[in-house]
């Protein structure tokens, strides 16, 4: 929940707050008419997507580190359990990232539906012997450490 939180505070950072309108030129008329609208990425959007690209790549490199070692100090069964919890996180996170990405406009708020995912690895581990419950929570949770990597780096080099 306070990842969420944190994604939303990140992101709202990142949107504009201006009130300026932007009157309709002669070609966007044009092209109203013709059916062809091409929408202008504003800035925020283009912030928005470079931080969405940062913490998948962030989520990717530790979820490498990290299932490489647990393969070498615990084993291969447990290493896997790992990943499988990891690639459900970024997952989740590529769903939270759209989900507020249509945030405002077409949503009122954030949806529920992404929850869900973490349920049925937990309940595919629960009823196969070979999958373990803590690795695969514990590798979901790397998209929080990702965040959490993330906040740390703005507080100490608030230019990157």
Request: hydrophobic content about 50%.
């Amino acid at each position: 929940m306070c990842s969420h939180l944190i994604l939303a505070v990140l992101v709202s950072s990142l949107v504009s707050l201006s009130e300026e309108s932007i009157a309709p030129t002669q070609t966007t008329q044009q092209d109203e008419k013709s059916g062809f609208v091409e929408k202008p990425i504003s800035s925020s959007i283009g912030e928005f997507y470079q931080l969405y690209q940062k913490l998948i790549v962030i989520t990717l490199v530790l979820t490498g580190i990290i299932f490489i070692s647990v393969w070498i100090f615990y084993s291969l069964n447990i290493a896997l359990n790992y990943f499988i919890g990891a690639c459900t996180g970024v997952v989740y996170l590529k769903m939270l990232a759209k989900d507020v990405e249509t945030l405002g406009g077409e949503k009122p708020s954030l949806s529920k539906n992404r929850f869900a995912l973490i349920m049925i690895p937990i309940i595919l581990a629960t009823q196969w012997h070979q999958l373990h419950i803590l690795p695969i929570f514990l590798g979901f949770l790397t998209y929080k450490a990702t965040l959490v990597i993330y906040l740390v780096q703005t507080v100490f080099n608030p230019e990157a």
